[in-house]
């Protein structure tokens, strides 16, 4: 069993690397659509950082996308829901904030007409 440091120091080392995860993601899709870019991080984070009670009387949280693995593969969906509940919501929750994000912050400007000539270097 853990004792509550060992717990502290695995739930920030696993939040601190989830967090580099999700910025290594921004960064590698940088050049794409930004509101595809928000939607992939913010699901990303959704999944990693949802955290979930592993089993009936436990009073630490774990992970709950590996709540839900294990739940499943031992138990079948119905040992997995109070898990996967969670972090349907958040994934939910994750797509919305994406696409106001989308709307809002990352919206594109009115197309500049390109009616002008191309500008041709002077001949000498």
Not at 18 to 41: I, N, Q, S, T
Not at 84 to 111: D, E, M, Q, Y
């Amino acid at each position: 069993m853990l004792s509550e440091s060992s717990y502290l120091t695995a739930m920030y080392t696993y939040i601190g690397a989830a967090l580099a995860m999700m910025a290594c993601l921004g960064w590698w899709f940088r050049r794409w659509d930004p509101g595809l870019v928000a939607l992939m991080v913010l699901l990303a984070g959704a999944l990693l950082l949802t955290p979930a009670y592993p089993r009936d009387g436990v009073d630490t949280f774990a992970p709950a996308l590996i709540v839900a693995v294990f739940q499943y593969v031992n138990e079948g969906v119905v040992g997995a829901r109070h898990a996967i509940r969670p972090l349907g919501f958040t994934c939910l929750v994750a797509v919305v904030l994406a696409l106001l994000l989308r709307l809002t912050l990352f919206r594109k400007g009115p197309k500049q007409r390109s009616s002008s000539p191309a500008k041709t270097p002077a001949k000498a």
